[in-house]
Each structure stands twice: as C-alpha cells, then as structure tokens.
T-cell receptor, first 115, second 115 residues
Framework: AQKVTQAQTEISVVEKEDVTLDCVYE???????LFWYKQPPSGELVFLIR??????QNEISGRYSWNFQKSTSSFNFTITASQVVDSAVYFC????????????FGQGTELSVKP | EAGVTQFPSHSVIEKGQTVTLRCDPI?????LYWYRRVMGKEIKFLLH????????ESGMPNNRFLAERTGGTYSTLKVQPAELEDSGVYFC?????????????FGPGTRLTVL
C-alpha cells in the first residue's frame, strides 16, 4: 500500500526565517514520482515540483529547495527566507507506477508566515 | 493556455438534493481525475478518466456518485442524493497522455456544503 505522511499539521514562522516541511512516504514500488503542491488561500492547487524515484539529486529553485532521500523515504521541502506570500497549505504526494497515475496525498501542512 | 476550470466554485445544498459539478480540463489532455478533500483531511482520489473511458473508479465512495466525461472533453460529477458527509472540496485535475509520467494540473476546486 502507498502512504504519505506529513506530520506537521501547522507551522508558524516569522518572515525571513527558514522553514522545512517534512514528508515521509511508503511504497513497495521501485518506480514512483513524488510531488509538492501549494494551496494558497485562493484555493487552487499549484504544482511546485516532481521528482522520480531514480533521481535523488536535490533541487533548488529560488528560495525553494527539496531534499529527496530514499534511505529514509523522505522528500522534504525547505523555504529559505520565508515571505508572507508563502503562507499556504502545502501537500506532498506520491504516484506509484502500478497505480495508474493517481496521486496519494499527505494531510497537508499549513504554513503561516507572519510579518 | 487556459488551466483546468471548475464550476461552480461553491455550492450549498440541503441533504437529499442533487448537485452536479463540472470540470473542464486543459485542452488536449487525455487524463482527467477527480479528488476530494474532506475538512482537514488528506486529498483523496475518486476516479480517473482516459478520454471518455473510466480507467479507475476505485475511490468513488458509493453509488450516489456518478461521473461522466462526454466525448472525452469536460467531465461532470453528480451527487444524488447528497448526504452531510459529502461536504468538502472537490478537485479536478488533468494531464496530457501518459498517466504516470505526465504531471497533473489542478483546478481551483468546488466547495460543496451539504446542510
């Protein structure tokens, strides 16, 4: 069975602080994708990143970075120098090869960045 | 290029009534997915269309839910009769051709409240 766990339900930081959102996944498949989506207050789910199971390279995009570690089944997301506009609910998701593309989501982490 | 659109954005109905949600995927996307988030919980898969065919409807909660995808374009999700536990946000997503390798892009969701 596939499962995604985001243990942090809510995080509150002050602007300019760095923050890491944790994501732990479970799957028996060796071929899978991991995703992060952002849900701002407006409600839509915005795609941030996708990483396949054969690529453990960390990725950096501006203030965002992602750390994929198969040894610990984790795909953590760090925001450097957080801004108020980063306030949103962030979802980690898994898509396993034998599941036809359906996404398995974690419960989401609500990030609040205060000025 | 227009993104995934959903209508209505909000719907408030009474228990026992019928509601129909509509999703227009990104033009040319073969895959269309429905997901649902019940308050505070994870986003859960409902079903997957490839063009006009249902590929996987394992997540549909019961036979009060009926999904269609006319001509492989837009999709509707009908709930009849609605129950209190059907309240939540219904998301639609679409992806191009390959259900596993192509990224799913989400619409803004329809917030359904059943009173």
């Amino acid at each position: 069975a596939q499962k995604v766990t985001q243990a942090q339900t809510e995080i509150s930081v002050v602007e300019k602080e760095d923050v890491t959102l944790d994501c732990v996944y479970e799957t028996r498949d060796t071929t899978y994708y991991l995703f992060w989506y952002k849900q701002p207050p407006s409600g839509e789910l915005v795609f941030l990143i996708r990483r396949n199971s054969f690529d453990e390279q960390n990725e950096i995009s501006g203030r965002y970075s992602w750390n994929f570690q198969k040894s610990t089944s984790s795909f953590n997301f760090t925001i450097t120098a957080s801004q108020v506009v980063d306030s949103a609910v962030y979802f980690c998701a898994l898509s396993a090869y034998n599941q036809g593309g359906k996404l398995i989501f974690g419960q989401g982490t609500e990030l609040s960045v205060k000025p | 290029e227009a993104g995934v659109t959903q209508f209505p954005s909000h719907s408030v109905i009474e228990k026992g009534q019928t509601v129909t949600l509509r999703c227009d995927p990104i033009s040319g996307h073969d895959n269309l997915y429905w997901y649902r988030r019940v308050m505070g919980k994870e986003i859960k898969f409902l079903l997957h269309f490839v063009k006009e065919s249902k590929q996987d409807e394992s997540g549909m909660p019961n036979n009060r839910f009926l999904a269609e995808r006319t001509g492989g374009t837009y999709s509707t999700l009908k709930v009849q009769p609605a129950e209190l536990e059907d309240s939540g946000v219904y998301f639609c997503a679409s992806s191009q051709v390959n259900a596993f390798t192509d990224t799913q892009y989400f619409g803004p969701g329809t917030r359904l409240t059943v009173l």
